[in-house]
C-alpha cells in the first residue's frame, strides 16, 4: 500500500526546505555577480553538450543543492525534482512507487533541467512528445535575479512554453514537477526487420497509432538502421511477470542483441538504461567492445555514459590527441533532428546515400496535447515526427562543416526541425528563421531586457 504522498527527506534535514535554502543562497549569489558586471556560468559536474563553449572569465555558481529528488506524489503522479538532478535518480526513486517520467531521455547524467530546456526525446515520445511537454510547473531563476513560478495557466505561461529549446538563455530551471505514468517491473521486446525504408515507416507509424490506441500499461516504440536495407522495428510493452531476463549492463552491448533476437525480456531498470551502459553504440569508438579492455572497466563500473564524457573531456582538451588521436582530420557530424514521417524515407536515402555513418537511432515523437504551443521548437501537434540520431566522424573536405551544412539544409528541405544540443553552421538570418526570433524576443523584452544572458544564437551557434 503507498503513502498517499510521500516526502524524500533523510535523517538530516526535509528536502523541500533545503531546496529553498539552497534557492535563497544561489539568488544572493546570482545577483552580487550582476552587481559586479559578472558573467555567470553553471557548476554543472556532467554536461551532454556536443560543441564547444569558449572559456569567458564568468563566475561559476554552486548548483549541487539542486541535484536532488524532493517529493514524489504517487496519487497525482508527478515528482518534484531540483533543476541539476540526473534522470537516474529521478528513476530509481520513482519506481520503488511503480511509476516512471513519461519520458526519460537515454542516458542516465542527463539532467532533467537539461532535458526541459534542451528538447530530450526517448520510446515512449510517439505516447508523451517531448520531455518539455511532460512537465507541471517550473521555477525559474531569471536574468534579473528574480525567480518566478511558471505553469501553463498562470501569469508566467510564455515562459513556460518558451523555455523549451532556450538552453539557459532565458533562465535556469530550480526546480521541475514532472509526470509519472506507471510502470511494471519487466519490458517485453519484439524486434522486427525490414529492408525497404519506405515500408519500414509505415510499419514504424503503424506501430504508434496501434500503441497510442491501446492505452493501458507503458509502451516504447524506437528503431536502428544498421546499414541500408538492413533496418529493425522495436515495440516494447511493460508487464508484471517474464520466465528469465536477459542483461546488457556488463559483456554484451545491447544494441548487437536488436540483430540477433526476435523477442527478449528486461528489467524495467535496464530498458529505460539500455543505451546508456554502451552510449548507444558510441563507446566502441573507445575500444570497449574488445572484451580486454570492457571486462575490467565493467568490472570498476565504468560502463556508462559519465565514463564516456570524461574519456570525451580528456579528448577535447588536449592539443595532442587531437593532433594524433582517431579524430584528427575528421568533420564530427553528431546529430539529432526530427522529420515529417512522410519524408523519413527520403531522409534516410540521403543519410545513406550522402552521409554514410552507420548505425543511426530511430526515435518516433508526436505531440502530447491536441495543440503544440512551444514557440522555440514548434511542430505540428497532428503529424507523427521521426528522430534520426547519427554521430560519428567522417573526412574533412575542402569546405569546413560541409556535411554537417548538407544535413542542415535537407531538414529544412524536408520541413524537420535540428536539435541545438550539437554544433549548428546556420547564418544568423537563418536561424532565426527557423527559430522563431519574434516569439524569441517577446521573452528577452519580458525576462532579461538588458541581455544579461546571451541570446540562442550567441549560444548554440557563434559558442
Not at 535554502?21 to 552587481?35: D, G, I, M, P, T
Amino acid at each position: 500500500m503507498l503513502p498517499e504522498k510521500e516526502s524524500m527527506g533523510n535523517t538530516e534535514e526535509d528536502k523541500r526546505s533545503a531546496f529553498e535554502r539552497h534557492k535563497a543562497a544561489l539568488v544572493q549569489s546570482f545577483r552580487e555577480a550582476r552587481e559586479a558586471g559578472q558573467r555567470v556560468r553553471l557548476g554543472k559536474r556532467t554536461s551532454n553538450l556536443f560543441r564547444r563553449r569558449r572559456a569567458d572569465g564568468a563566475r561559476t555558481l554552486e548548483v549541487s543543492g539542486f541535484n536532488t529528488v524532493i517529493e514524489i506524489d504517487p496519487v497525482a503522479r508527478t515528482v518534484d525534482v531540483g533543476g541539476m538532478t540526473p534522470y537516474d535518480a529521478v528513476v530509481a526513486a520513482t519506481l520503488r512507487h511503480g511509476l516512471m517520467p513519461a519520458v526519460v531521455p537515454e542516458l542516465k547524467s542527463i539532467t532533467v533541467g537539461g532535458a526541459v530546456t534542451g528538447g530530450g526525446i526517448e520510446s515512449s515520445s510517439f505516447r508523451f512528445g517531448f520531455v518539455h511537454e511532460t512537465v507541471v510547473e517550473i521555477e525559474i531563476l531569471t536574468a534579473s535575479g528574480e525567480v518566478v513560478l511558471c505553469r501553463p495557466d498562470n501569469a508566467h505561461s510564455d515562459l513556460f512554453f518558451g523555455f523549451a529549446n532556450s538552453y539557459g538563455t532565458l533562465g535556469y530551471a530550480l526546480r521541475l514537477r514532472i509526470e509519472l505514468v506507471p510502470a511494471g517491473p519487466y519490458v517485453q521486446l519484439t524486434h522486427q526487420r525490414c529492408e525497404a525504408p519506405e515500408t519500414y515507416f509505415e510499419a514504424l507509424a503503424a506501430s504508434c497509432g496501434e500503441e497510442r490506441a491501446r492505452g493501458g500499461a507503458a509502451s516504447f516504440v524506437d528503431g536502428v538502421v544498421f546499414r541500408e536495407g538492413e533496418m529493425v522495428r522495436t515495440v516494447a510493452r511493460s508487464c508484471q511477470s517474464v520466465e528469465s531476463v536477459s542483461s546488457y549492463r556488463f559483456m554484451r552491448p545491447f544494441y548487437h542483441s536488436i540483430r540477433e533476437r526476435g523477442e527478449d525480456w528486461l528489467s524495467i531498470e535496464d530498458y529505460i538504461w539500455r543505451w546508456d551502459t554502451d552510449w548507444f553504440w558510441c563507446a566502441r569508438a573507445f575500444g570497449m567492445e574488445r572484451p580486454w579492455i570492457r571486462f575490467p572497466v565493467g568490472l570498476l563500473g565504468g560502463l556508462n555514459s559519465r565514463t564516456y564524457w570524461k574519456i570525451r573531456h580528456v579528448y577535447e582538451n588536449s592539443r595532442l590527441l587531437r593532433r594524433i588521436g582517431p579524430g584528427r582530420g575528421k568533420e564530427w557530424v553528431i546529430q539529432d533532428v526530427e522529420i515529417p514521417v512522410d519524408r523519413a524515407a527520403e531522409f534516410q536515402h540521403f543519410l545513406c546515400g550522402r552521409i554514410g555513418i552507420f548505425p543511426f537511432w530511430i526515435c518516433p515523437a508526436k505531440a502530447y496535447e491536441d495543440s503544440s504551443r512551444f514557440p522555440l521548437y514548434q511542430t505540428d501537434p497532428e503529424t507523427l515526427y521521426i528522430n534520426f540520431g547519427f554521430w560519428g566522424g567522417l573526412p574533412s573536405g575542402a569546405e569546413p562543416d560541409a556535411h554537417n551544412r548538407l544535413v542542415e539544409t535537407k531538414v529544412q528541405e524536408l520541413g524537420g526541425k535540428k536539435s541545438l544540443y550539437s554544433t549548428s553552421h546556420f547564418s544568423e538570418s537563418e536561424f532565426w528563421e527557423i527559430y522563431n526570433q519574434p516569439a524569441y524576443r517577446a521573452l528577452k523584452n519580458r525576462y532579461d531586457p538588458e541581455d544579461y544572458f546571451p541570446d540562442l544564437y550567441q549560444k548554440c551557434v557563434l559558442g
